[in-house]
């Protein structure tokens, strides 16, 4: 009997010092689930569910501080993963976030661009090149189409441009189903 | 396994058979139409302005990228346009293309190949001539041959493909009989380039004429004739090699990994132009074919209109489908007016024909027994039809080669193929979104970094600058006492001294 309880109660003792160990020793740092939403959210880094980029917005879904149908680039089908990750409740895109725009990027006409570097602080990426008082462009490659360099614009010279499917990007459709 | 064939695929009978396979040769067009992106690499930059002359062979772009091969003006004449027409393509976009108007006088640029010596010039050399001469595989694919030869550096087997599996096509089958000399001196080529012991020229049994005229060139010990049973999909490279060699080339592999090179046939003897006389690929021969017409192989300038080619055989005035490539792998296209490629080795006209309804699958397994590749094209449907792109990863979609096997025998008409090739769009197209979002997050993050250091190194600054005002106040403060105490001494000193004098 006693010899038993000795085994089973240091056994305990041992055991919970190694889980306890491994509970620090391995303890996972910051909200793994932040990276999963961040992972789903389309990174523009628009801004358009009221949060100033898609990492916070994910911190504030995480935290449960806002509803999974405020982000417009990531459309209906966004916010069906969102509500599949986070075992939600599927829901309609809020329109006061906006709609949901074709892929897009925007560029300068040259010609017009004073050079007031207004834009280049307003990127969330860094897209812009330029510096004051000279012409500035944008990496169209870099562009995540967030279009908050437009209204910054003081002489209207940033336009969309919408990507259209080239010879090597093109998805032919599925037979019988019409895309829009 | 029996000999020299494969597991899968489908036997199907030229549907339009011809008596006697013969050239045309079709008159000089009056404008050619040169598309600048080619099926691989980057699209070439035109070195040509917009009314300028230019003579037949004469490079009019070319690109960096040493995937591509420069292309070659197919005409003389002069240049009339430089802008977006629609090219043969599944898409039925357009995309960017040189424009020459002909003079009709085809006057060629003057060139120097290897000649018919052609032992004494290294292996480097030849692959130069190769891709100046702009050969790509002309059976369909349009691999840049010079890539390939260039990746065969330890080869032992060269194997010619000529078998031409896919039901209707015949100019391999007119160029063998026709050119029977070229093709066997192309493969002589081939092997000084490649250092192979031996090479193979594989031809289905149903192209005897062609097996007999090479036979009757066919001098060399190195170079043999193996006739392969007519079945489709013979001709993809890596089921070829499996019926000749039996040796397999593993998914996501390569054939020069495994010692072997395989050759379209007409690619060889483009090669043999290319070398000997360094004579750019200008033209190729095109089957038309089809339940519309009377079959012909022509040869015809690149970039010649398709409606220009049709016209050289009788047409039935009836309404038209028209087709690029083979019956079963080739791609529709809209309108007669887009160019010839160097991979249109088939143009199809058609009666038009009401759509076959598509049905349910029934799980029949058909498609399954004849995918020669081994994948289960059924499963992958599914999965594809649901654009549960990962699903179909783990089927290995990627090693499909869309022969259409399963879609030809599909009970229910369904189109499986463009299923498959929807999915590889898609995955195509997910994998570069996520590359993009991936370079936008870390763009961003690195900004929030920037800010905050930004801000940080500022309050910083400004807290040394405090410091530093600090420190030097004190510094006066001290030296403003020091001065007093000295005046203080002054006046004292000066107060003793009338004292003293009083």
New interface residues.
């Given amino acids: 009997m006693i010899e038993s309880v000795v085994i089973f109660s240091s056994l305990t003792l041992i055991l919970g010092l190694i889980l306890g160990y491994a509970a620090i020793r391995f303890k996972i740092k910051g909200n793994p689930l932040v990276d999963q939403i961040d992972a789903i959210l389309p990174q523009t880094q628009c801004g358009q569910c009221d949060f100033p980029g898609c990492r916070p917005y994910a911190e504030a879904l995480a935290k449960g501080e806002a509803q999974i149908n405020q982000c417009p680039p990531g459309g209906q089908e966004g916010v069906d993963a969102l509500a599949e990750l986070l075992d939600l409740e599927v829901l309609t895109l809020n329109e006061e976030h906006g709609e949901t725009k074709p892929d897009h990027v925007v560029y300068v006409d040259e010609k017009l661009c004073i050079g007031c570097t207004l834009c280049i602080q307003a990127c969330p990426v860094d897209a812009f090149v330029g510096a004051s008082k000279v012409m500035t462009t944008v990496i169209q490659d870099e562009c995540t189409g967030c279009d908050l360099c437009i209204p910054v614009c003081p002489v209207d010279c940033i336009y969309v441009r919408e990507i259209t499917p080239t010879l090597s990007t093109f998805v032919p459709n599925i037979p019988g189903e019409v895309r829009v | 396994m029996s000999n020299n064939t494969f597991s899968g695929g489908v036997v199907i009978a030229n549907p339009y058979p011809v008596n006697q396979v013969e050239i045309v040769q079709a008159p000089l067009p009056s404008k050619v139409v040169l598309p600048l ?1 080619q099926r691989i690499g980057a699209e070439a930059k035109p070195c040509v302005s917009v009314g300028d002359r230019v003579l037949t062979g004469q490079i009019i772009a070319k690109t960096e990228d040493q995937f591509c091969v420069p292309i070659h003006a197919s005409i003389s004449g002069t240049v009339t346009a430089i802008d977006k027409q629609i ?1 043969p ?3 039925g ?1 357009k ?1 960017n293309c040189i424009s020459i108007e002909s003079d009709g006088q085809d006057e060629w640029i003057e060139t120097q190949g290897c000649g018919h010596d052609f032992l004494h010039c290294d292996r480097q050399t030849m692959i130069d001539y190769v891709q100046r001469s702009g050969i790509v595989g002309l059976g369909g694919a349009g691999f840049p041959s010079h890539t390939k030869l260039s990746k065969a550096t330890d080869c032992h087997t060269l194997i010619i493909n000529g078998t031409e599996c896919e039901p209707g096509v015949m100019c391999d089958d007119a160029l063998m009989q026709h050119h029977p000399r070229e093709v066997v001196r192309g493969v002589e080529i081939l092997l000084h380039i490649t250092g192979a012991k031996k090479a193979i020229i594989a031809i289905e049994d149903d192209k005897q004429e062609a097996y007999q005229s090479l036979l009757m060139f066919s001098h060399n010990d190195r170079i043999s004739l193996v006739q392969l049973p007519t079945k489709y999909t013979s001709g993809a490279e890596k089921l070829l090699i499996k019926a000749l060699l039996n040796i397999e080339i593993p998914s996501g592999g390569f054939a020069a990994d495994k010692g072997v090179l395989c050759q379209n046939v007409s690619s060889t003897k483009a090669i043999y132009d290319a070398v000997i006389d360094q004579r750019p690929l200008v033209s190729r021969i095109v089957t038309i074919t089809g339940d519309a017409l009377t079959p012909i192989n022509a040869e015809v300038r690149l970039g010649t209109s398709f409606e220009q080619v049709i016209g050289l055989t009788k047409v039935n005035s009836q309404a038209h489908d028209y087709r690029m490539g083979g019956m079963m792998m080739g791609v529709d296209v809209e309108t007669t007016q887009v160019p010839i490629c160097k991979i249109t080795n088939c143009i199809f006209v058609n009666n038009k024909k009401p759509v076959q309804a ?1 049905k349910e699958c029934i799980r029949c397994n058909s498609c399954n027994t004849v995918c020669p590749i081994g994948l289960l094209p059924q499963q992958l449907y599914w999965h ?2 649901g654009k549960n792109i990962d699903k179909c990863m783990d089927y290995h979609l990627l090693d499909c080669i869309e022969c259409a096997c399963c879609s030809y025998v599909c009970p229910s008409h ?2 499986l193929v ?2 498959f ?2 999915a590889k ?2 995955s ?2 997910q994998e ?1 979104d996520q590359h ?6 870390e ?6 970094y920037r800010l905050e250091r930004n801000k940080q190194e500022r309050a910083k600054m400004m807290a040394e600058k405090k410091q530093a005002l600090k420190e030097k106040m004190a510094k006066d403060k001290q030296a403003d006492s020091a001065q007093k105490d000295k005046i203080a001494q002054a006046m004292a000193r000066v107060k003793k001294t009338k004292e003293d004098n009083a």
């Avoid at chain 2, 993009?436 to 997050?441: C, G, L, Q, S, V």
Wanted: proline content about 0%.
């Fill in positions: 992106q090219i393509h599944k898409s976009l995309s598509t594809a039809k369904i189109d463009s299923y090739s929807f769009a898609l195509k197209k570069t993009k979002t991936d370079i936008a997050r763009r961003f993050e690195f900004r929030e």
